[in-house]
């Protein structure tokens, strides 16, 4: 289970402590991390949860776990009552931040971070102006850069490193040498390579400096070997992975024959023209007496799968959070054996151990697909996990892209693991240690 840790340097992780076993403990190291402020004295330590819409999930979880642990926490959707309340954990959702003043509190929690990847999302900056007095912060998620590496400057920024633009003009560039690369269109141009040009890239002698700079504000952990523990008790099951090429029905127009789609519009169009061959694929691997976890994109394929699924149901943006939770609920105690929902719906948060069998339509989204699967492969999970992939001709670049990202993030966190005793820290301002000398002539 691959976990990120981003802390300000002033109040780090604790590296003698074991790696989280579960859930559980991954919470209860939220929890003990959020109470080290009060205990200095402070106010209460917020954690906000990534999780706004459904009630069962990141909040009342974290409440959960902070009593089993004998930590008093408080969960706040207004702002209201936080001034001189007992509880030491006020738990709330990023939606929901307007409504608190940082100034209440010593120190702030995200979990699932990586909603601060995007440079110019409004979300991650209010986050970011959130926490910038705060002396006690801390980011946790699994996919901290699900895209590309550069969005590790948003996080080094909310954290009171180097901003997200000071991080890329020192270790990145461009070819269009242009502080904000654009894509465009040009007639008789391969936009292949106008993506290229626009893409940022590592300088020639930073990529080692880079990873021993995130090192010096991250801590990342694949395996309790990671951190120098012993593996014993912590090896999941195995992981199968099938893709499954499904032939369409219905070609292009024009076309004798089925080709991969080039560009969204075409991919968007393969997607839609093949609902009805990939949701029959899909019934017909779920079709057994196991549960299964079946993540969709479009309403239309949702609502077929529920159609054509035995003992199916799906969550939807439409239902209530009431419904939503019960529903959850349901999948989560075994009383229904198919569970159809979007990854942006059901993908954070939520523990379903009881499941190992993943299906899945392949899309750009790395992090999509990587938490989708880890809802059911997880440590507590005592089965192998069977996840099919089930896509068609038109979309094998999407699949190609998807694995591309797989193969980064891997890549990311090998080199994070491999640095963290060598890291490298950048000030954000210059020492000044040598006394001025005044002219005696001034």
Not at 310 to 326: I, R, T
Request: aromatic residues 10%; positive net charge; hydrophobic residues 35%.
């Amino acid at each position: 289970m691959n976990r990120f840790w981003t802390v300000n340097r002033n109040w780090a992780a604790n590296p003698a402590l074991p790696p989280p076993r579960s859930q559980t403990s991954y919470s209860a190291f939220k929890g003990f991390w959020s109470i080290g402020p009060f205990a200095k004295g402070g106010p209460p330590s917020l954690p906000i949860a990534a999780w706004a819409k459904l009630p069962c999930n990141w909040s009342p979880q974290t409440l959960r776990e902070s009593e089993k642990f004998g930590i008093e926490s408080h969960r706040s959707t207004d702002g209201t009552g936080i001034v001189g309340h007992r509880a030491r954990i006020i738990v709330s959702n990023y939606e929901r931040l307007h409504y608190f003043d940082p100034t209440d509190f010593a120190g702030c929690v995200c979990d699932e971070s990586s909603i601060l990847k995007s440079f110019d999302g409004v979300r991650r900056k209010e986050i970011t102006e959130f926490m910038r007095k705060l002396p006690y912060r801390l980011l946790c998620t699994a996919t901290a850069a699900p895209n590309d590496y550069i969005e590790l400057g948003t996080s080094s920024e909310a954290l009171g490193e180097l901003g997200h633009m000071d991080m890329l003009n020192r270790f990145f560039k461009n070819d269009q040498h242009t502080i904000k690369p654009t894509i465009y269109r040009h007639r008789g141009l391969n936009f292949a390579k106008l993506e290229d040009k626009a893409k940022w890239r590592f300088k020639g002698h930073a990529e080692i400096p880079f990873w021993q700079w995130v090192c010096s504000w991250s801590r990342a952990i694949r395996r309790p070997s990671d951190l120098g523990f012993q593996d014993d008790g912590f090896i999941l099951p195995p992981l199968v992975e099938t893709q499954h090429l499904v032939n369409s029905q219905t070609l292009v127009p024009g076309f004798l024959f089925s080709l991969p789609a080039v560009g969204l519009q075409e991919q968007r169009e393969e997607r839609r023209r093949t609902i009805r061959e990939r949701c029959e694929k899909i019934a017909a691997l779920v079709d057994t007496k196991e549960s299964a976890l079946v993540w969709c994109h479009l309403n239309d394929e949702g609502n077929l799968l529920e159609k054509i699924i035995p003992d199916a149901q799906q969550v939807s943006g439409d239902d209530s959070d009431e419904a939503k939770e019960a529903k959850f609920l349901d999948f989560i105690n075994g009383d229904l054996r198919v569970l159809v929902t979007k990854p942006k719906i059901g993908a954070w948060g939520l523990n379903f151990q009881h499941c190992s069998h993943v299906t899945f339509f392949p899309s750009h989204s790395f992090e999509q697909y990587y938490q989708g699967v880890r809802r059911c492969w997880r440590f507590g999970q005592k089965n192998p996990v069977r996840v099919d992939i089930v896509t068609t001709e038109g979309e094998k670049t999407v699949l190609e892209n998807l694995q591309k990202k797989a193969t980064a993030a891997d890549r990311m966190f090998s080199n994070l693991v491999n640095e963290m005793n060598r890291a490298l820290t950048i000030c954000r301002t210059g020492k000044f240690e040598n006394q001025i000398e005044v002219p005696k002539w001034l």
